[in-house]
């Protein structure tokens, strides 16, 4: 697996930010905190990453109790995958915007999360479908001060044909290749046009009828549409594509659509074309709260060809599992929030300078970790809970070093109880 990338102070600063404010990790800097991921990830990026190119699919559900780390798991397989020149697309699902049953709204979604690797550690990548395109068409028509080489916008779009000839739909070959012979001709109106089209927003259809694009993106081909975009991928310098999709609410999506068993069908058809060759290049990680939120109340066919395809549960051992568990990644609860703890305080170190000293870390690790244990029953993931608390108990111990952190004051902070912080020049009485 290839080597972790540095992470600086301001990269540091803007993550202890986001964590210390929400809990959630933050878009950038994951690798930095994170604990108990080397050994699935190292066999991800051996056993599939790895293979990519040579059109190995594959589907993986993760398991993650609300605020347990499945967000934080997919930004790291994200990181990952992208180290090894793989697209990505990030999705988050609800019922209101991507419910599984409409997968042309989850194919949408894809379009506008669809994000190359970075060209420098710590850079946002662009997003998007339409930044996707005009990366490969510059790529793809070059220099532009160099035009006696540049072939004529008719040729030029015979080559693409030919170029792109094993994407599935016709219509998509047709609009990407037309989009890319607009940038050639500096024609942006037509050129939107498409990508309105590419991006699943619909577009006027006399327009795309003389860019011989007939076929919609709507529900009957939303998975045609997915394999193209697949494909797309491919040929634009990259082995695969990586799909994260993100049951983030505590409704999930699949399982609160009105027309759940065409959902539930919709995940096994994934589940068996990331498992065939028909969907190539394509590794696609589904994350639950709870397996059986997939399933709801449902039952019959539909549903039990689900459950046994979704049976297995990865291992380093058992690479071919399809589960990932985050509560059984080899470590107990206490050893991981301690690993976590000595993680977040060497990157609160990197981002402050006046960061409290090890000796003082290590006096109030364990506090934080009791207290934080104590409240793994609450409706907040004791893990968010310990973050959160842990990074404003490092705030407090900055703003007023002369004051140690009590008993009390600890567990008042894990409850989420704790008074306003002193100011800068009243340090308080100890």
């Avoid at 000839?165 to 939107?192: K, P, V």
Wanted: aromatic share 8%.
């Amino acid at each position: 697996m290839p080597d972790e990338l540095p992470i600086d102070a301001w990269r540091a600063r803007r993550a202890i930010l986001h964590l210390a404010a929400t809990g959630t990790p933050p878009d950038d800097g994951v690798d930095a905190f994170s604990v108990g991921l080397e050994p699935i990830l190292g066999v991800l990026a051996e056993e599939y990453l790895a293979f990519l190119s040579e059109g190995l699919s594959a589907f993986k559900l993760v398991v993650g109790s609300y605020g347990g780390g499945k967000t934080h798991f997919l930004l790291s397989v994200r990181d990952l995958a992208f180290r090894y020149g793989a697209a990505v697309a990030y999705v988050t699902l609800n019922p209101q915007e991507s419910p599984f049953d409409k997968l042309e709204l989850v194919y949408r979604r894809v379009a506008e999360s669809l994000q190359a690797p970075p060209s420098a550690p710590g850079e946002v990548p662009e997003r998007g479908l339409e930044a996707f395109v005009r990366r490969w068409a510059r790529a793809r028509l070059g220099d532009p001060e160099d035009q006696p080489r540049r072939p004529g916008v008719a040729r030029l779009t015979e080559e693409l044909q030919a170029e792109l000839a094993g994407i599935e739909s016709t219509s998509y070959r047709n609009a990407l290749a037309g989009a890319c012979a607009a940038l050639a001709r500096n024609d942006e109106e037509t050129f939107s046009g498409l990508l309105q089209y590419l991006k699943g927003e619909g577009a006027e259809k006399e327009f795309l009828r003389t860019h011989r694009v007939f076929e919609p993106l709507d529900r009957a081909n939303a998975f045609r549409a997915i394999r193209s975009l697949a494909r797309f991928v491919r040929y634009a310098g990259h082995p695969g594509l990586v799909l994260l999709f993100d049951e983030a609410e505590r409704m999930v999506s699949l399982a609160s659509s009105r027309n759940q068993r065409a959902a539930v069908d919709n995940l096994r058809q994934f589940v068996d074309e990331c498992g065939g060759s028909v969907l190539e290049g394509v590794l696609l990680f589904y994350a639950v709260p709870r397996e059986d939120l997939l399933f709801g109340s449902g039952s019959g066919a539909v549903y039990e060809a689900l459950r046994q395809r979704l049976a297995g549960t990865f291992r380093e051992v058992n690479p071919t599992g399809v589960k990932i568990d985050l509560e059984q990644l080899g470590l107990k609860p206490r050893e991981f929030l301690e690993g976590l703890a000595a993680r977040l305080a060497d990157l609160y170190a990197a981002a402050f300078d006046d960061a409290p000293r090890p000796a003082v870390v290590a006096d109030i690790l364990p506090r934080f970790v009791q207290a934080a244990w104590d409240q793994r029953y609450g409706d907040e993931g004791y893990r968010r809970l310990f973050v959160k608390a842990f990074l404003q108990g490092l705030n407090r111990l900055r703003r007023a070093p002369e004051r140690p952190l009590t008993d009390a004051e600890v567990v008042a902070i894990v409850a989420g109880q704790g008074g306003p912080l002193p100011p800068l020049d009243e340090p308080g009485e100890p």
